[in-house]
């Protein structure tokens, strides 16, 4: 579970040196969980949760808005066990998202990647965090 704790405050860290410092820097982040092909056998309520404290207690006034896109049936057995223990701000951030038309209202569709229904191109989309810098932000 520490390693878990781990690699998110370390990712979060990135996006946050990266996206919310300089003189465009924004405020807020914006989280795309992508669960199209998540198992069963992937779930584990211990690690949302740590995901979810590690959110609210590491960094609780950066969180806008977190969009779970396609959560499978089985998730909401966890997220029902899970969401009590998370901040009633925290909850009120999380929204649940399973036709392209849920994401219009967050999202410019040119902004996703086609495998999620945007428009996007995957290769522009996504950076490999360790690579991460201020200079990949086109504003």
């Known amino acids: 579970m520490q390693e878990t704790r781990q690699l ?9 040196s990266a996206y ?15 669960w199209q092909n998540v198992s069963w056998e992937n779930l584990d309520a211990q690690t949302l949760l740590a995901g979810l ?13 977190m969009v ?29 998202a399973y ?6 209202k967050y999202f410019c569709m040119d902004n996703l990647p086609v495998s999620i229904g945007g428009s ?6 996504f950076i490999p965090i360790q690579t991460l810098t201020s200079k990949d932000i086109d504003y």
């Open 8 to 16: 998110i405050i370390y990712s979060l860290d990135k996006v946050a």
């Open 20 to 34: 919310l410092t300089g003189e465009k820097g924004m405020d807020k982040l914006t989280f795309l969980m992508d």
């Open 53 to 65: 404290q590690t959110l609210q207690n590491y960094f609780p006034e950066r969180l806008a808005l």
């Open 68 to 96: 779970m896109w396609k959560p499978p049936i089985m998730f909401w057995l966890m997220y029902k066990m899970v969401i009590p223990f998370v901040d009633e701000k925290t909850r009120g951030k999380i929204v649940m």
């Open 99 to 104: 036709k392209t038309e849920d994401l219009e």
């Open 120 to 125: 996007g191109s995957e290769e522009k989309l």
